[in-house]
């Protein structure tokens, strides 16, 4: 995010609708989070998710819930719909595609990410 926070999961959807999901693998984990509350400002919806032995009621209200097993994920309590502003969307989805690319270039040339002479994509 532009703040510098780093949330665990983000996603753009097709509308370019913003997700921010923060995993949480016990109850101590979640009380020890207090960065969470920022992340809100930064998507239209924000969820926590989380494993069947986490009890589902520490998790605030205001947020969406996700239950997952080792086969795949359940919306179990959707999260609210706060769209956001056009410039903050804006910043998002730059900060995501910029982090996407990298990602991408890294994966072409692996040589990139350790500082080395590369092939640049033959740029």
């Known amino acids: ?9 983000v996603s753009v959807g097709a509308k370019g609708e913003i997700w921010i999901v923060e995993v949480k693998s016990s109850v101590a984990d979640f009380r020890a989070d207090s960065k969470w509350p920022d992340y809100r400002a930064w998507c239209d919806r924000f ?3 989380t ?4 009890p589902a009621e520490i998790f605030p209200e205001e947020a969406g819930l ?3 097993d080792g086969f795949g994920a359940d919306v179990l309590r ?3 719909d706060h769209p956001l502003a056009a410039a903050r969307r804006k910043a998002m989805t730059l900060r995501f595609a910029q982090c996407a690319a ?3 270039h890294n994966l072409m ?3 990139m990410g350790r500082g080395e002479a590369g092939s640049g994509f033959g740029l």
């Open 1 to 9: 995010m532009p703040t510098g926070r780093r949330a665990d999961l």
């Open 47 to 49: 969820f926590f998710a």
């Open 51 to 54: 494993h069947p032995d986490v």
């Open 66 to 68: 996700m239950m997952s």
């Open 78 to 80: 959707p999260a609210p």
């Open 102 to 104: 990298n990602r991408l």
């Open 109 to 111: 040339d692996p040589a």
